[in-house]
């Protein structure tokens, strides 16, 4: 059977996430529609599957629902994390208490529908930048409480991670250099405080050499086309990785890519990602 292991969630608590949103479900009554029409011996089978093609990313979650209502559920995942599925294939087989399969199943395709839809668009942009040398990354959008997770469906989709938060590197954008009197002070202070690695926003091509002067560790060039990024890639010259980042779309990032950046950052992956089309079918066991 496929299997994607917790460590490619480390850092989130995959129990208190299916505890927590099992009790926002459930609330004080619980399923009162499964327990007035459902028998409590009745078992059920289902099968997940994929109404559109989509990359798969969730089924770990998924199970862990199904699983904390109905520990002696059997589940057969049917395709590997990451899978690229034409619509109607079947992810996932389940055998177990009809109740619980039913309580469980709005809160394990919500997740599977949401990180299934962000690896989805997230492949979509990868794939653009095949052969263009530039790293897609995603960005800090991400809803509150879910980062971790959508953090992850990037990764499944083709992306690697930017910063987790605020506490893994310094990004200084143009309001802290507006506050501190400039780039190269806002830099220089946060070189002077030890941290190793600071990313500079800049947005114009002057700000370049002050940034790089001052100790800056990688440069994102926000919001500029590809001519501009173009040049700016060129005064760099390889001193330092840059990125390029601001309003990129579909139709917008190969020619970014093709600038010689380094990486190009989307807000978009977590931000705007439409829900995957999933399903749950359920027969009688």
Known sequence: MPTTSTTSL????????VTATLAEDLGQAGDITSAAVIPAD?????????REA????????????????DPAVRIERLVEEGARVSAGAD????????????????????TVQHLSGIATMTRS?????????????????????????????????GAQNHRMGLWDAAMIKDN??????????????????????????VDRVDQIEPALAAGATRLLLDNMDP????????????????????????ETIRAIGETGVTYVSVGRL??????????????LA
């Not at 992810?91 to 919500?110: F, H, P, Y």
Request: aromatic share 6%; net charge neutral; glycine share 12%.
């Open 227 to 250: 001519p501009t990024l173009r040049g700016a890639v060129t005064l760099v010259g390889g001193r330092v990785p840059t990125e390029a980042s601001g309003g990129v779309r579909l």
């Open 54 to 69: 989509i990359i798969v990313a969730g089924l770990l979650i998924a199970e862990a629902f199904f699983r904390a209502l």
């Open 125 to 157: 942009y990868a794939d653009k930048l095949l052969g263009t040398g530039a790293i897609l990354l995603d960005t800090r959008k991400t809803l509150p409480g879910l980062r971790v997770l959508e953090k992850y469906a990037t990764r499944t989709g």
């Open 270 to 283: 977590t931000q705007s990602a439409p829900a995957a089309d999933i399903g749950l079918d359920f027969v």
């Open 42 to 50: 009745a078992r059920f089978g289902a099968t997940m599957d994929s």
């Open 176 to 201: 802290h250099v507006a506050v501190a009197g400039g780039v190269a002070e806002a830099v220089r202070r946060a070189r002077d405080a030890g941290i190793a690695e600071v990313i500079v926003e």
């Open 91 to 110: 992810l996932m087989r389940l055998e177990g208490s009809a109740r619980a399969l039913l309580t469980a199943e709005r809160s394990a395709l919500n």
């Open 10 to 17: 480390a850092g989130f608590d995959l129990d208190a996430f």
